[in-house]
């Protein structure tokens, strides 16, 4: 039986977890925890404890005598998002191409693989889960206690505010896939070598090649403010 509840509890785990990173579950909706305990047999107290677990990931936020629900994405998380990815991104990288084991330079090889494939034949969704793989290794990688909770954390919502780079629009945006993958390539190079440096200007690059379909989504074409700029006020 416990091996069961234990099964159950991390069924529903990766289910909240996929369906946050994919927006099937958008930021600050509400879970039905009737519904979730009758879809996956789970008492309250189980329910509960992946929940709270999800929340310490950055997952969900948990609120007194009220439901939990899935982290938000404000104006302010979002600037903070793009103010601490590239230099976080880069300090990962760098310290993986320092302390990778071959053993994990094979999970990144097959990561990348699993993410070609999600190119040529995959769903959107597909496509950004296998980009959150690649680079969850490469923060397994850099094996920093400090740092690893804040790219964990900045993963999630890079795969929320990510999935219009995986469902490609116009040309361009194929384009700028395929040199992703071909920046994934090189970047398991560096960290192959053990080239510090040449990683760290991968994740700058790697970053800068996302961003301006990141914004997309932040900041819809129907919404043509810069990013940063308020709307002007009315005059008096």
């Known amino acids: 039986m416990k091996d ?5 509890k991390s069924a529903l785990r990766e289910h909240l977890k996929v369906s946050i990173l994919t927006l099937r579950l958008r930021p600050g909706a ?6 979730l305990s009758d879809e996956f047999g ?19 936020d948990l609120r007194t005598n009220r439901s939990a629900r899935v982290s938000e994405m404000s104006y302010t998380t979002l600037r903070d998002f793009f103010l601490a ?14 302390n990778a084991t071959n053993a994990q330079i094979n999970d990144l090889k097959e990561a990348q693989q699993a993410f070609k494939a999600a ?25 920093n206690v400090y740092l690893l909770p804040s790219f964990n954390r900045l993963l999630i919502d890079h795969a929320r505010i990510g ?19 071909q920046q994934h390539d090189a970047i398991i190079a560096a960290i192959e070598a ?39 006020s009315k005059s008096a």
Do not use: C
């Not at 990815?85 to 320092?98: C, K, S, T």
């Not at 889960?129 to 397994?140: I, K, M, P, S, Y």
């Not at 999935?163 to 395929?178: D, V």
């Open 119 to 143: 190119l040529r034949s995959g769903s959107g969704e597909d496509r950004a889960l296998a980009n959150n793989r690649f680079h969850d290794v490469t923060g397994e990688m850099s094996g």
């Open 4 to 8: 069961e509840a234990k099964s159950r």
């Open 30 to 35: 509400d879970l039905d925890e009737a519904h």
């Open 163 to 181: 999935m219009t780079f995986y469902r490609p629009q116009t040309g361009e945006m194929s384009e700028n896939l395929s040199l992703a993958s």
């Open 42 to 60: 789970l008492s309250r107290t189980p329910l509960r404890e992946v929940f709270r677990q999800l929340a310490g990931e950055g997952y969900l």
């Open 194 to 232: 053990r080239d510090e440096a040449t990683a760290a200007k991968l994740a700058e690059d790697h970053w800068n090649l996302s961003r301006d379909q990141i914004e997309m989504f932040v900041m819809p074409d129907a919404l043509d403010v810069p990013m940063g700029v308020p709307p002007l």
């Open 85 to 98: 990815a590239p230099m976080v991104y880069g300090a990962i990288l760098r310290l993986a191409a320092l």
